[in-house]
């Protein structure tokens, strides 16, 4: 891992903290929407073939980017997947089970959630997503990305883990309460990110100043979203189905909140 991190002359790849990679604060590239030189990043790549990468191999690309502040610097926070491929290795390396093996124990199953799962394998069921009109598979791309978002699920597995998230029944109250230190991401808009997942103010130039409280929850890559809103105590979860515009169902999800009412 050495060289992972080298910001302005100084290697902070071993001040690297777990807080670091789950609250994105570790000031790494990201590997998925970055560019090296004039090459594709591999977000516009998955959107014109099927490929796969190894954990090593993710490493490799992003020491090949350039890191935006070192790890905790005070304010800043910057999205990246990598972040998640290490937490995953940490968590492999420390519990000596398979990330998508824990989930299952201790997440999935527990929550009867029996329609999600990780995608590890080559017999591993992916549907296809959509690119603007048109149908494409991408199974190896899934794998690459497991633990970043790599996850296959139904909207129903999506709310039954939403309520669980922020119920107190996948872990206590007090604990999600140290998750909700949240920084402002400037490449994401109106997204603040906490421990492992997103915050979007419904009162900010977006919204014309005109919104009340918060969405809580995340989005995905190929136009997926769960989120609650506990201002109306409302709870948004689907998928657009659509890898052209990340951005969708973020704007979905804040217009629906803006406008139901209860």
Same mark, same amino acid.
């Given at each position: 891992?050495?060289?992972?991190?080298?910001?302005?002359?100084?290697?902070?790849?071993?001040?690297?903290? !777990?807080?670091?990679?789950?609250?994105?604060?570790?000031?790494?590239?990201?590997?998925?929407?970055?560019?090296?030189?004039?090459?594709?990043?591999?977000?516009?790549?998955?959107?014109?073939?099927?490929?796969?990468?190894?954990?090593?191999?993710?490493?490799?690309?992003?020491?090949?980017?350039?890191?935006?502040?070192?790890?905790?610097?005070?304010?800043?926070?910057?999205?990246?997947?990598?972040?998640?491929?290490?937490?995953?290795? !940490?968590?492999?390396?420390?519990?000596?089970?398979?990330?998508?093996?824990?989930?299952?124990?201790?997440?999935?199953?527990?929550?009867?959630?029996?329609?999600?799962?990780?995608?590890?394998?080559?017999?591993?069921?992916?549907?296809?997503?959509?690119?603007?009109?048109?149908?494409?598979?991408?199974?190896?791309?899934? @794998?690459?990305?497991?633990?970043?978002?790599?996850?296959?699920?139904?909207?129903?597995?999506?709310?039954?883990?939403?309520?669980?998230?922020?119920?107190?029944?996948?872990?206590? @109250?007090?604990?999600?309460?140290?998750?909700?230190?949240? @920084?402002?991401?400037?490449?994401?808009?109106?997204?603040?990110?906490?421990?492992?997942?997103?915050?979007?103010?419904? @009162?900010?130039?977006?919204?014309?100043?005109?919104?009340?409280?918060?969405?809580?929850?995340?989005?995905?890559?190929?136009?997926?979203?769960?989120?609650?809103?506990?201002?109306?105590?409302?709870?948004?979860?689907?998928?657009?189905?659509?890898?052209?515009?990340?951005?969708?169902?973020?704007?979905? !999800?804040?217009?629906?909140?803006?406008?139901?009412?209860?």
């Amino acid at each position: 891992m050495n060289g992972l991190h080298d910001f302005e002359g100084k290697d902070y790849s071993q001040d690297l903290e !777990v807080y670091d990679l789950l609250f994105q604060t570790s000031g790494l590239p990201d590997y998925f929407t970055e560019k090296i030189g004039e090459s594709r990043g591999l977000s516009e790549q998955a959107k014109h073939e099927d490929f796969y990468m190894t954990f090593d191999e993710l490493i490799v690309r992003t020491k090949q980017l350039k890191p935006h502040f070192a790890p905790r610097t005070k304010g800043k926070a910057y999205y990246s997947d990598i972040n998640f491929d290490i937490l995953d290795i !940490v968590f492999e390396n420390v519990s000596g089970m398979p990330v998508a093996e824990a989930f299952r124990q201790m997440i999935f199953a527990p929550l009867g959630m029996d329609n999600t799962y990780l995608v590890t394998g080559l017999d591993d069921f992916v549907p296809p997503v959509y690119l603007n009109s048109k149908e494409i598979e991408r199974p190896q791309v899934f @794998r690459t990305f497991k633990s970043s978002g790599g996850a296959v699920s139904t909207a129903r597995d999506m709310m039954t883990f939403l309520k669980a998230f922020v119920g107190g029944t996948l872990f206590k @109250r007090e604990t999600f309460r140290m998750l909700e230190t949240y @920084r402002s991401i400037p490449s994401m808009g109106p997204i603040e990110y906490g421990g492992g997942h997103m915050r979007i103010s419904l @009162r900010t130039i977006n919204t014309l100043f005109m919104g009340k409280g918060a969405l809580i929850g995340h989005s995905g890559s190929t136009g997926s979203f769960a989120f609650y809103y506990p201002e109306k105590d409302l709870f948004f979860v689907g998928d657009l189905n659509q890898i052209a515009d990340p951005s969708l169902p973020i704007r979905l !999800v804040m217009q629906l909140a803006m406008t139901i009412r209860v």
